[in-house]
């Protein structure tokens, strides 16, 4: 079956330190793969997009990779401040559609 | 420029009953998405409208429709509620582009349902 698995528990993590997430798949063949920020109560907030043929995609601090032979991306946040705290979502397109499927959120806490 | 608007914020009804969501998309964008994200769990898609068609469709039963208008809105209807229909409503706009791709998505802040 298709899953997108994010690791469901919280990951605490000391302010100035890296945060990486984790998103799997299987079954999936997608084209695109996109990490998104969401804050109690709001709607999901697009952060970054990588397409299959590249391997790693920056912005500011933020920084992905997308890897589809171990079919894995890492999502990461380079000296993490209080404010980054909330759930981030991995998404992907279902390949031959054009609906985005969703993982269910890793929740980080960045503590000061 | 205006992002994603969604209404009401909040709704409650009772089991049985019919409720309607609204959306209104970013501008320049011309596909609406919707999705239901029940707590602790990542947003679940339900279907996606573009040129007033219903173009995808999720794994939601048929009481779950919709409907997109000239100008891009979209209502999202449930019919029949159930206590399980509770859940925060998700719409989120984009453009259509070629070969399948979709910009990213641009979500509003939902409708929080509570079905009594």
């Known amino acids: 079956s298709q899953k997108i698995e994010q690791n469901s528990e919280a990951l605490n993590i000391q302010e100035g330190k890296t945060a990486t997430l984790t998103c799997n798949y299987t079954?999936?063949?997608?084209?695109?793969l996109q990490w998104y920020r969401q804050d109690p109560g709001r709607g999901p907030v697009f952060l970054l997009l990588?397409?299959?043929?590249?391997k790693e995609k920056r912005k500011e601090r933020l920084k992905v990779t997308f890897d589809t032979t171990l079919k894995q991306s890492l999502f990461h946040i380079t000296a993490s401040q209080p404010a980054d705290s909330a759930t981030y979502l991995c998404?992907?397109?279902?390949?031959?559609?054009?609906?985005?499927?969703f993982g269910t959120g890793t929740r980080l806490k960045v503590l000061a | 420029d205006a992002g994603v608007t969604q209404s009401p914020t909040h709704l409650i009804k009772t089991r049985g009953q019919q409720v309607t969501l609204r959306c209104s998309p970013k501008?320049?964008?011309?596909?609406v998405s919707w999705y239901q994200q029940a707590l602790g769990q990542g947003p679940q898609f339900i279907f996606q409208?573009?040129?007033?068609?219903?173009?995808q469709r999720g794994n939601f039963p048929d009481r779950f429709s919709g409907h997109q208008f000239p100008n891009y809105s979209s209502e999202l209807n449930v019919n029949a509620l159930l206590l399980g229909d509770s859940a925060l409503y998700l719409c989120?706009?984009?453009?259509?582009?070629?070969?399948?791709?979709?910009?990213?998505?641009?979500f509003g802040n939902g409708t929080r349902l509570t079905v009594t």
């Open positions: 989120a706009s984009s453009r259509t582009g070629p070969s399948s791709y979709n910009s990213p998505l641009h």
């Open positions: 079954n999936y063949s997608p084209a695109y």
């Open positions: 990588i397409r299959e043929n590249e």
């Open positions: 998404a992907l397109d279902a390949s031959g559609t054009y609906k985005y499927i």
């Open positions: 501008s320049g964008h011309d596909t």
């Open positions: 409208y573009y040129e007033e068609e219903e173009r």
